[in-house]
């Protein structure tokens, strides 16, 4: 499934189209909505009522996405959003980059990361970063889930085209 067309791209000497796809509703059906789970805030919910956040990208040549092997996955080249030079899928962007795996946070809402450089490129580190000053919880012993504001999820319902529900 190619997504919600934005348009195509003159980059790398090609014609290259662009799709996003944001997983139907806000639901994670792979998951127990029954599972209580712990917001980046430390309150208590239930897995299934926490709006879930999956954008993904697919871009390519028209012939590449024929053969199914265009480009794509949780993120996108910058040169082709550039090119793109749409407001609606930088607008994208900027919402994935901030909310995309909004169910798998590693750090709460209290913790300032701290990087260090690793054999596979800078990380947060397990060790370095502080526990939160709140309950003491050590970052990356969990996934924190957090919630997307209630403006947030129809701005992202409008640029993928729903209907407001
Ligand atoms: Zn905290």
Same mark, same amino acid.
């Given at each position: 499934? =190619? /997504?919600?067309?934005? *348009?195509? !791209?003159?980059?790398?000497? &090609?014609?290259?189209?662009?799709?996003?796809?944001? %997983?139907?509703?806000?639901?994670?059906?792979?998951?127990?909505?029954?599972?209580?789970?712990?917001?980046?805030?430390?309150?208590?919910?239930?897995?299934?009522?926490?709006?879930?956040?999956?954008?993904?990208w697919t871009y390519g040549t028209e012939r590449e996405?024929? =053969? /199914?092997?265009?480009? *794509?996955? !949780?993120?996108?080249?910058? &040169?082709?959003?550039?090119?793109?030079?749409?407001? %609606?899928?930088?607008?994208?962007?900027?919402?994935?980059?901030?909310?995309?795996?909004?169910?798998?946070?590693?750090?709460?809402?209290?913790?300032?990361?701290?990087?260090?450089?690793?054999?596979?490129?800078?990380?947060?580190?397990?060790?370095?970063?502080?526990?939160?000053?709140?309950?003491?919880?050590?970052?990356?012993?969990?996934?924190?889930?957090?919630?997307?504001?209630?403006?947030? %999820?129809?701005?992202?319902?409008?640029?993928?085209?729903?209907?407001?529900?």
């Amino acid at each position: 499934m =190619r /997504g919600t067309y934005l *348009g195509t !791209a003159d980059v790398w000497g &090609e014609r290259v189209k662009v799709y996003a796809t944001m %997983r139907g509703d806000f639901r994670d059906t792979l998951n127990d909505p029954e599972r209580i789970v712990e917001t980046v805030e430390h309150e208590h919910v239930r897995y299934g009522d926490v709006p879930h956040v999956s954008i993904t990208w697919t871009y390519g040549t028209e012939r590449e996405l024929k =053969r /199914g092997d265009g480009a *794509g996955g !949780a993120g996108i080249a910058p &040169e082709v959003i550039d090119a793109l030079g749409s407001d %609606r899928a930088r607008r994208i962007v900027e919402l994935a980059d901030r909310w995309h795996l909004n169910t798998m946070r590693a750090g709460c809402a209290h913790q300032a990361v701290v990087w260090e450089d690793s054999p596979y490129g800078r990380r947060p580190s397990l060790e370095l970063t502080e526990p939160c000053p709140v309950t003491g919880y050590r970052y990356g012993h969990a996934w924190l889930v957090e919630i997307p504001p209630t403006d947030v %999820r129809a701005e992202l319902r409008s640029l993928f085209g729903w209907t407001a529900a």
